[in-house]
């Protein structure tokens, strides 16, 4: 679905924010791109789908090579959650920006209202609000399903829960795992929040300074400290308590498995006495 | 590269007073509009370059001409067409285009357009911003709210550049085309990019006089700046050359 062949990339006279990165996201996965700030997260999503085109080597995403096709014909298989909803709202109202893209990409009419309908009924949007005069989190939740309402093959989330609450983070987060489970859609998400990370990606790759540290299941990612380390990150809270706790611990990864294991353990402790 | 922005540096113009800059960059225009010899604004415009180069800023002065001549031949078509005086000079099926008037005054006004400005867009790459208006408050008792929104309009300039750049990528990365030749539909395309800017630019316009509220902005005198802004003898010498300028520029 995504592939970077060799790629490296440098802003103008700046040496080289990614030196050199090869790495493939097969159809249906669920990634998160993992980094501290500055190491190259943003700039990688945005050679995902052409609004950046690599200095050298080649990204090919949906089949399209970005140095010989244009963003917005990339648009139509992948779509593109910005941190900041504000910059992509820009229609009066929320019927008219879901529609917005499709529109644009050329869908024909019928199809436009009835993927509008159904992608305002899916996020519990009213049609008619204004857009600019919604909380932070609605705005997301509208910038989010102009962006699903076209039917993406892959879709790249920048920060996607930048600014949101626990209950309007996991309402989105939840919606767009599903998607992944039950339509095969394939998700890159830019993120440094490891416990997002942990409840939702499937892989990790870890960037540090435009270079790829290490690549696996997010399982096996989350209990490597060092690598994390060299990536100034620090593991989700349950895997750190783990690799804390050693002994007896080291497959412990969710608070159900450390629930479940620590009232075995006091079970025990009381059988024992 | 912005050409606007300031060039850190110690020449001897990043070293005077930014009020005496500023009246500079005001006299040097004005010898320049009073001239009405074509050969002194073209050498006024060479000396401005060459100034510039003592303070490292040759290549912006040389890029900020290329970029003023653009609008300076824009003029410069519009006054050959519209100024009917001396000698016809392109003549057709009896009708005059030009005239040798015509061609005196566009080539005239567009060198002026270039000369003028030029000073006054090198000011802010040899005076930082906030140094102006500090000096205009500390020094010509200027309402600091007054300075204050001039230092915060070149701020916020960059800032809703980039803002622009990536409110436009965002619609690009909806299918949006910005490339095409059409200016209608460009202009169709263009427009809707000005919500999600203005919008964005009032909350952060309101978040920045919140902050600068709670932060005692009304509470700020004359004397408030730690910064001072004296003058030198560098100062009083750079207007007396400016002064003389206006005058050999209103002799020859």
Redo the contacts between chains.
């Keep these: 679905m995504l592939e970077f062949k060799h790629v490296s990339y440098h802003y103008p006279a700046t040496p080289p924010v990614i030196p050199d990165l090869s790495f493939k996201i097969e159809k249906g996965e669920f990634v998160a791109l993992a980094g501290s700030n500055g190491a190259g997260k943003s700039t990688i999503s945005?050679l995902s789908?052409g609004?950046l085109l690599p200095s050298s080597g080649e990204v090919t995403v949906g089949g399209f090579n970005t140095k010989t096709t244009?963003?917005?014909?990339i648009?139509?298989k992948?779509?593109?959650l910005?941190q900041?909803p504000?910059?992509?709202?820009?229609?009066n109202t929320v019927r008219e920006e879901v529609s917005?893209?499709m529109r644009?990409?050329g869908f024909p009419e019928e199809e436009i209202k009835a993927r509008t309908e159904a992608a305002l009924e899916t996020f519990s949007l009213n049609g008619d609000w204004s857009p600019?005069t919604r909380s932070r989190g609605e705005r997301q939740r509208i910038a989010l399903a102009?962006?699903l309402a076209?039917k993406p093959e892959l879709v790249i989330l920048d920060e996607p829960t930048t600014g949101l609450d626990y209950k309007e983070c996991t309402a989105i987060m939840d919606h767009i795992a599903k998607l992944n489970r039950e339509e095969g859609l394939t998700i890159l998400m830019v993120c440094h929040d490891m416990e997002l990370i942990q409840s939702y990606a499937g892989r990790v790759l870890v960037l540090n300074r435009g270079t790829l540290l290490g690549d696996g299941p997010t399982r096996q990612i989350m209990k490597d400290r060092e690598l994390l380390s060299k990536a100034r990150l620090r593991p989700a809270q349950i895997p750190n308590l783990a690799l804390r706790l050693g002994a007896g611990f080291e497959d412990v990864y969710t608070v159900d498995e450390m629930a479940a294991l620590l009232q075995k353990r006091a079970g025990h402790k009381e059988g024992e006495e | 590269m912005n050409l606007l922005q300031y060039q850190p540096g110690n020449s001897f113009l990043h070293r005077l007073n930014p009020i005496t800059k500023l009246a500079a960059a005001f006299l040097y225009g004005a010898a320049c509009i009073i001239s009405g010899n074509l050969f002194l604004v073209t050498a006024l415009i060479i000396l401005m370059i060459l100034i510039a180069a003592t303070a490292g800023l040759g290549g912006r002065a040389l890029r900020l001409t290329r970029n003023l001549l653009i609008l300076g031949a824009l003029m410069f078509i519009i006054q050959l067409f519209f100024v009917r005086s001396g000698d016809p000079l392109l003549v057709t099926g009896g009708f005059v285009w030009v005239t040798t008037g015509g061609l005196v005054s566009a080539l005239l006004l567009s060198l002026r357009v270039v000369a003028a400005m030029l000073p006054l867009m090198l000011l802010f790459a040899i005076t930082e911003i906030s140094d102006l208006c500090g000096a205009l408050v500390k020094k010509l008792h200027v309402p600091y709210r007054y300075a204050f929104i001039v230092t915060t309009a070149f701020r916020f300039v960059p800032l809703f550049t980039s803002?622009f750049h990536?409110?436009e990528?965002?619609?690009?990365?909806?299918?949006?085309?910005y490339?095409t030749r059409n200016i209608v539909k460009k202009v169709q395309l263009v427009a809707?990019?000005f919500?999600?800017l203005l919008?964005?630019s009032l909350?952060k316009v309101d978040a920045g006089a919140i902050s600068a509220e709670v932060r005692g902005f009304n509470l700020r005198t004359y004397n408030s700046g730690y910064q001072q802004y004296p003058f030198h003898l560098a100062d009083g010498a750079a207007v007396v050359l400016l002064v003389a300028l206006i005058v050999v520029s209103a002799v020859l």
């Design positions: 945005r789908n609004l244009r963003a917005s014909q648009a139509r992948v779509a593109f910005f900041n504000d910059r992509q709202i820009c229609q917005f893209g644009v990409q600019f102009s962006v076209g | 803002e990536d409110i990528d965002a619609q690009r990365a909806r299918g949006v085309e490339d809707p990019l919500v999600p919008t964005s909350r």
